[in-house]
């Protein structure tokens, strides 16, 4: 394998822009005032697939956020633009991607060797290499649901079963929801050799504890089954909760896990593509280097460039969203205690990202519904898996202002129509 050794090499010291150009991890830089201000005329014009699939209407479906570059990204992309850093990515940004995301880790309390870090284009080419090399054709993987519709779509594009094993609603349950562990077990019995855990989970926001993961573990010993673990939102837990990789639990979960994060979704930056696999199963390692080199070789350098800058530098900038966000979710709550107090929700623990359940209203396709009547556009929750039916799931990183608006215009159709 090539070295990833902790040490910059010199062309990274030599080229990047330093430290001190870029803000420190002290310096508060998250405008608040500014993305208040922030019109759908504007965002419409930086022409996101957010705010350009569906013209005219709120954009609140697709996983991104409204709150621009941190400023020590956009300085670090600029920077690479105007030196002409724009080629394949080298070792030396392999590595740089490798050492600031086991430096980002820290923030979980997860002291990672940066060797078992390897760059790949994003997470989903992770899950990609993990059903073709590890999960293979003619077997089956658990998806909990609802879940993240290419969870549900990209294993059959590989010969792999999806068996859906819903969440259980438990206001009793840690973040209102709960895994079927029986249910688990039986599809492990049957011979399911996979699992995909995403903590926090999109779409229903619950940010899973250790005693469910070491549960989870205990089952997959049991029944030999490795685990996918999409971190991509760990970053955005809320009051005070820590999220927890599944890999730094214990040594047997370590050899259980097959880690993909980025810093796409906490920084915005999917389009640059540099996501991350952590591969804390030796074995998973020399698969990687043997048969995987082709997806990290996909792995934009100007994403590694944005992905380092953004991990080194943006906590404070992203300390900024994660308090604007938290004022977003304080209005979704107070919505849904009041005017739209019938529509099934659960507070969200993490991500940015709530799970609407509009049966009660007996509204089949909410998402059309308000796309037609409302101009907001969602997801439709028959994507997130069979249990989907009558639910949306709703981006709520938007401009303040934006989000009361979306909210208004919902209840004012369901209002004209006699639903609420
Ligand atoms: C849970 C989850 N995993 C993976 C992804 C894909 O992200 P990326 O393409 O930036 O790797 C998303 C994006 O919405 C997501 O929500």
């Not at 430290?19 to 002290?26: F, K, Q, R, V, Y």
């Not at 724009?86 to 050492?99: N, S």
């Not at 249910?183 to 050799?193: D, K, Q, V």
Request: contains cysteine; hydrophobic residues 45%.
């Amino acid at each position: 394998m090539n070295g990833t050794g902790t040490q910059a090499p010199a062309i990274i010291g030599t080229l990047a822009p330093a430290a001190s150009d870029l803000g420190t991890d002290t310096e508060p830089c998250f405008d608040a005032a500014r993305i208040d201000a922030e019109s759908i005329g504007e965002l419409e014009r930086i022409g996101s697939d957010k705010w350009t699939r569906h013209p005219g209407c709120i954009g609140a479906f697709i996983a991104e956020m409204d709150y621009g570059l941190a400023p020590c990204v956009a300085e670090a992309i600029g920077q690479a633009v105007a030196r002409g850093a724009l080629g394949y990515i080298p070792d030396p940004w392999k590595r740089e991607v490798a050492r600031s995301c086991a430096a980002w880790q820290l923030r979980y309390g997860w002291n990672v060797n940066p060797a078992c870090i390897r760059p790949v284009p994003d997470v989903l080419e992770a899950f990609e290499v993990f059903l073709r090399e590890i999960v293979r054709p003619g077997n089956g993987i658990v998806v909990p649901t609802p879940a993240y519709m290419p969870f549900l779509s990209v294993p059959r594009l590989y010969g792999v079963d999806v068996i859906e094993v819903p969440m259980l609603r438990d206001d009793a349950a840690d973040g209102g929801w709960a895994f079927d562990f029986d249910a688990i077990e039986r599809a492990f019995a049957a011979g399911c050799r996979a699992f995909v855990l995403c903590n926090p989970h999109n779409p229903i926001g619950k940010v899973l504890t250790r005693d469910e993961m070491l549960r989870l573990s205990d089952l997959a010993a049991r029944h030999d089954v490795r685990v996918f673990s999409d971190e991509i939102h760990a970053p955005f837990v809320y009051r005070g909760r820590t999220h927890v990789p599944f890999a730094s639990i214990d040594e047997r979960t370590a050899m259980q896990a097959f880690t993909s994060t980025s810093a796409s979704k906490s920084f915005n930056i999917p389009g640059t593509k540099c996501a991350q696999v952590i591969l804390t199963n030796p074995d998973d390692l020399a698969m990687w280097m043997r048969d995987a080199e082709w997806s990290e070789h996909q792995t934009a350098t100007i994403g590694a460039i944005a992905t380092t800058a953004a991990y080194d530098h943006g906590g404070a900038w992203f300390d900024g969203v994660l308090a604007y966000i938290e004022r977003n979710i304080a209005l979704v709550n107070e919505r849904m205690r009041t005017d739209l107090a019938k529509v099934g929700y659960v507070e969200p623990q993490g991500t940015y990202i709530a799970w609407l359940d509009f049966s009660p209203l007996g509204l089949d396709d909410p998402a059309g519904y308000f796309l037609e009547k409302a101009r907001v556009a969602l997801t439709d929750g028959r994507e997130c898996g069979r249990v989907g039916a009558g639910c949306v799931r709703m981006n709520f990183a938007m401009p303040y202002p934006l989000l009361a608006e979306c909210l208004d215009r919902m209840t004012a159709a369901l209002r004209a129509d006699g639903l609420i």
